[in-house]
C-alpha cells in the first residue's frame, strides 16, 4: 500500500570509501523497513539489518543496501546483525549476503528458530550458515565489547530472547559509543522492551547506560515505541526514523514526534530526508541528508 519510493542515491556513491578515525551510520532510506552501515573508526563495519519491503517485487537489498556496499567497497563486514526476525529488516539481506566476500559473524536473537519460523527467514539463515558464517545468539553479545575501535554494548535482550514476547520487544538494542558520543539502535523495540531496560539500568548503573545523542528512533516511530520515559533517560539531540514514505501504518505517529519534541530531539526521518548520515570524531557530530525528492 502507498507509493514507495526506494531511490539508488547517486550522491551515496560520492561519500565513497572507509572512513578512519571517525564513526560514521548510515540510516539507509529502505522505504518502509530498518537498514543501517555502521563505519567504524578503525575502517570496519557492521551492517544492521538489511529492510525489505513486504508484498513488493521491489528487493531493496539489491536497490538500496548492496549498491551503498559497494560505493563504500565494502567487500568484508564485521558482522551483521539482524535485530529481530521480522520481513521488513531481514528481506533485503539475502541479496546483500552474496555480494560480501567475507562476514565476521551474524547476530540473531534466536526468537525466530526457537518457535520454528520458516520461510524466508529460515533460507537466510540456511545460507548464512552455508557460507560457514558462526550465529551468534544474545547470551554471546550482551555487554560491552570494543569492535573496530568502538565500544558496542549490546542491551537487549539479554540474556537471551523472552519466550514470552512479540518479536519487535525482542529486538537487539545496540549503543555505540566513541568518545564522548553515542547512538542507540533499538530494532523495533517497544514499550515492553524500552520499561525493561529502564528497570534494568536503575537498579544496576543508573539510567546514564542508555544515555546517547542519537537515537535511532523504535518501530519506525510507532505510538506504541518512545514512551516519555524512555526519551528522557535517552535524551537524545537527534532522532532518526527509518520509515516508507506514505506508510499504510501512520509512521512515525503524531505522539511520538510530540514526545520528541518535548526532549529536544532534532528528527530526522528517511520518508522525507533520503539516507541519513551520522558522523562524529567522538567530540563533534555531523548530519547529512540524501534527499533526491
Not at 563486514?77 to 528481506?91: E, G, K, W
Not at 534466536?110 to 518457535?115: D, S, V
Not at 527467514?121 to 555487554?143: F, S
Not at 530526508?273 to 567522538?282: F, H, N, P, Q, Y
Request: aromatic content about 4%.
Amino acid at each position: 500500500g502507498g507509493a514507495i519510493a526506494v531511490v539508488v542515491l547517486e550522491a551515496i556513491a560520492r561519500v565513497r570509501g572507509a572512513p578512519h578515525g571517525v564513526l560514521r551510520v548510515t540510516f539507509i532510506d529502505v522505504g518502509q523497513g530498518d537498514s543501517a552501515l555502521v563505519d567504524l573508526p578503525d575502517g570496519s563495519a557492521i551492517l544492521v539489518d538489511g529492510g525489505g519491503l513486504v508484498g513488493s517485487p521491489i528487493d531493496v537489498g539489491e536497490r538500496a543496501v548492496a549498491p551503498l556496499l559497494a560505493a563504500r567497497r565494502r567487500s568484508r563486514l564485521a558482522a551483521i546483525v539482524l535485530t529481530h526476525p521480522h520481513p521488513d529488516h531481514h528481506l533485503g539481506l539475502a541479496s546483500v549476503i552474496p555480494r560480501v566476500d567475507e562476514i565476521g559473524a551474524f547476530w540473531d536473537n534466536g526468537q525466530g528458530e526457537a518457535e520454528g519460523t520458516g520461510g524466508a527467514y529460515a533460507q537466510l539463515l540456511a545460507q548464512v550458515r552455508g557460507r560457514g558464517i558462526p550465529v551468534l545468539a544474545p547470551g554471546a553479545l550482551c555487554g560491552v565489547r570494543t569492535m573496530g575501535g568502538a565500544t558496542v554494548e549490546v542491551l537487549a535482550p539479554c540474556p537471551r530472547a523472552a519466550p514470552d514476547r512479540g518479536a519487535n520487544d525482542n529486538s537487539f538494542v545496540l549503543r555505540i559509543g566513541f568518545g564522548d558520543r553515542a547512538i542507540l539502535m533499538t530494532g523495533d523495540a517497544e514499550r515492553e522492551e524500552e520499561h525493561e531496560l529502564l528497570e534494568r539500568w536503575r537498579d544496576g548503573i543508573g539510567a546514564g547506560a542508555l544515555r546517547a545523542d542519537v537515537l535511532k528512533v523504535g518501530h519506525h516511530g510507532s505510538r506504541t515505541s518512545s514512551s516519555p520515559t524512555f526519551l528522557e533517560a535517552v535524551s537524545p539531540t537527534m532522532a532518526v526514523v527509518s520509515c516508507g514514505v506514505r506508510n499504510r501504518f501512520g509512521h512515525p505517529h503524531p505522539s511520538t514526534l510530540d514526545a520528541l519534541d518535548r526532549v529536544g530531539a532534532r528528527v530526522f526521518r528517511t520518508d522525507r530526508d533520503g539516507s541519513v548520515i551520522v558522523t562524529t570524531d567522538g567530540r563533534s557530530l555531523d548530519v547529512r541528508t540524501m534527499a533526491t525528492r
